[in-house]
C-alpha cells in the first residue's frame, strides 16, 4: 500500500524560502516512477506544481513556479522535495505529493495516489 507523507508547511512572507518533503513507502522505485507536487488554494482546482521521474531525474514544472521551485529526490530516503523560493502570496495552497498509480503512466493526468497534504501560506 502506497503511503505518502508529506511535511514543511508553514506561514511564511512574500520573499522566503521552504523546503517541503514528500516520504514515501510502498512505491516501487523504478526507471519508470514519477512522483511530483500538487497544490489546491481555496475555491480553486487542485494544479500541478512539479515531477520528477526517478529513473532518468528528469523534472518538469509549471509555468508558475518555473525557476523559483527545485523538485529533487533523496534516494537512500525515499524522500522527494520541493524547494520554494522567492514566494508569493498566490502560492499559498495546501500542497500535495503524489505518484501515478500505474507506474510510467503521466502524473498530470493519470490516476494517483495522494498525500494528506500540507498548508503552505505566504503573506504579502
Known amino acids: 500500500q502506497v503511503q505518502l507523507v508529506e511535511s514543511g508547511g508553514g506561514l511564511l512572507q512574500a520573499g522566503d524560502s521552504l523546503t517541503l518533503s514528500c516520504v514515501a513507502s510502498g512505491v516501487t522505485f523504478s526507471v519508470y516512477t514519477t512522483m511530483g507536487w500538487f497544490r489546491q488554494a481555496p475555491g480553486k482546482e487542485r494544479e500541478f506544481v512539479a515531477a520528477?521521474?526517478?529513473?532518468?531525474?528528469?523534472?518538469s514544472y509549471a509555468d508558475s513556479v518555473k525557476g523559483r521551485f527545485t523538485i529533487s529526490r533523496d534516494h537512500a530516503r525515499d524522500t522527494v522535495f520541493l524547494q520554494m523560493t522567492n514566494l508569493k502570496p498566490e502560492d499559498t495552497a495546501v500542497y500535495y505529493c503524489?505518484?501515478?498509480?500505474?507506474?510510467?503512466?503521466?502524473?498530470?493526468?493519470?490516476?494517483?495516489?495522494w498525500g494528506q497534504g500540507t498548508q503552505v501560506t505566504v503573506s504579502s
Open positions: 503524489a505518484t501515478p498509480v500505474v507506474p510510467g503512466s503521466d502524473i498530470r493526468t493519470s490516476p494517483k495516489d
Open positions: 520528477i521521474n526517478l529513473g532518468l531525474h528528469s523534472t
